[in-house]
């Protein structure tokens, strides 16, 4: 079955050209012209994965409300925002609000398309038979990838689908460094370094919301990243 992307996108030229490459390359799509009409749809049936448009009319800061509701509905739901403003403000407050990636609308169709592919590819890897998946126990932390669970103190760590990968992949080998490229690697996300710089702050401040002592992500200066020994 066709892997199904909502779109939320006030202007009917671009919302139409994207909805047009995506189901060129075999997705099916639903378009939105606003919030609203979104969330009414959406809260019935999540889609495979949601781009949005931060401005949405009047409503300004429109697509930044509907990610909070639409992560309020789910945690792993792949979200991009999509904007003309390309502020550093604007990026690290869709990312604080759950988002996977953020693009600008000078992006080209291939380039957003593959963003798309990645995205949804990180979901697929998670549907593998369980005898060719790992789970990860170490010291407080419980990482189930068939259920794409993180637990910190048998406590539930909501993390998005970026944020989950992020983490699999420093603590799957503790005390080795990852650097941002390896991140994004096993990520599977195209992404500067300043956006996992934002993810990883995201995924400390989520651990430390249920334990304030936690101290297990530790910044390589220069480096990367790794998972305290």
């Excluded at 759950?98 to 609308?105: E, P, S």
């Excluded at 949804?120 to 068939?146: C, F, N, T, V, Y």
Aim: proline share 2%.
């Amino acid at each position: 079955m066709a892997k199904h992307i909502a779109i939320v996108e006030d202007e009917t030229i671009i919302a139409q050209n994207y909805r047009d490459a995506f189901e060129k390359t075999g997705y099916r799509v639903s378009l939105f012209a606003d919030r609203a009409t979104a969330l009414a749809a959406l809260s019935t049936q999540l889609p495979d994965l949601a781009v949005i448009d931060v401005g949405l009319g009047d409503d300004i800061e429109g697509g930044f409300e509907l990610c909070r509701e639409l992560r309020a509905l789910s945690s792993t739901l792949p979200i991009i925002f999509l904007t003309a403003r390309d502020s550093e403000i604007d990026v690290i407050s869709g990312l604080r609000l759950g988002a996977d990636d953020y693009l600008t609308k000078d992006i080209s169709l291939p380039q957003m398309l593959a963003r798309v592919t990645a995205l949804l590819r990180r979901i697929e890897a998670l549907k593998q038979p369980i005898d060719q998946r790992q789970s990860i126990e170490h010291g407080e932390l419980s990482i189930d990838e068939q259920r794409m669970t993180v637990q910190w103190r048998q406590q539930t760590v909501e993390l998005t689908v970026t944020e989950f990968w992020i983490c699999h992949a420093l603590a799957q080998r503790p005390g080795h460094v990852k650097s941002r490229a390896q991140l994004m690697e096993a990520a599977n996300v195209v992404l500067d370094d300043n956006t996992i710089t934002s993810h990883v702050k995201r995924i400390r401040k989520k651990f430390q919301h249920l334990d304030s002592n936690f101290n297990c992500i530790e910044t390589a200066y220069g480096m990367g990243y790794r998972w305290r020994v």
